[in-house]
């Protein structure tokens, strides 16, 4: 499966991705966040000169609340959208729709894959 969304240059950036196991944080991040956010998460990844603005370093998450990483915030985001420049959109550009697209019948595993996500981004922190 590819997804991909228009770059400001109105070409398509394409990221090839695979289902990924719902209780594997660091899986899902690889595959879904690592292109824009970068492997380490600081914002560097190979589509984030695509983006509107620069993708968030997600190390310093804890650091921007008073050291207090903001967990709900994030599971927030991952389940309805930012609105952030870099996104252009309410919905992350690309994975916003994946979690979107499991049946709700399946309410559970959009759930797991979040919380999952939001617990993985949690041990990036810097310290």
Same mark, same amino acid.
């Given at each position: 499966? *590819? /997804? $991909?969304?228009?770059? #400001?240059?109105?070409?398509?950036? =394409?990221? @090839?991705?695979? !289902?990924?196991? #719902?209780?594997?944080?660091?899986?899902?991040? &690889?595959?879904?966040?690592?292109?824009?956010?970068? =492997?380490? $998460?600081?914002?560097? $990844? @190979?589509? *984030?000169? *695509?983006?509107?603005? +620069? #993708? +968030?370093?997600?190390?310093?998450? +804890? !650091?921007?609340?008073?050291? !207090?990483? #903001?967990?709900?915030?994030?599971?927030?985001?991952?389940?309805? $959208? *930012?609105?952030?420049?870099?996104?252009?959109?309410?919905?992350?550009? =690309? /994975?916003?729709?994946?979690?979107?697209?499991?049946?709700?019948?399946?309410? &559970?595993?959009? +759930?797991? !894959?979040?919380?999952?996500?939001?617990?993985?981004?949690?041990?990036? &922190?810097? &310290?």
């Amino acid at each position: 499966m *590819a /997804w $991909g969304y228009a770059a #400001p240059n109105n070409t398509k950036l =394409v990221i @090839p991705v695979d !289902r990924t196991n #719902p209780t594997d944080g660091k899986l899902m991040y &690889q595959s879904y966040c690592a292109p824009c956010h970068g =492997v380490d $998460g600081r914002g560097h $990844g @190979p589509a *984030a000169a *695509a983006m509107k603005a +620069a #993708p +968030a370093d997600l190390t310093q998450l +804890a !650091r921007m609340n008073r050291g !207090r990483y #903001p967990d709900s915030h994030i599971a927030s985001v991952l389940q309805f $959208g *930012a609105s952030l420049p870099a996104h252009g959109s309410a919905a992350m550009p =690309v /994975w916003g729709h994946l979690f979107d697209r499991i049946d709700p019948a399946q309410s &559970q595993e959009k +759930a797991l !894959r979040i919380g999952n996500l939001t617990h993985y981004l949690e041990t990036m &922190q810097a &310290q």
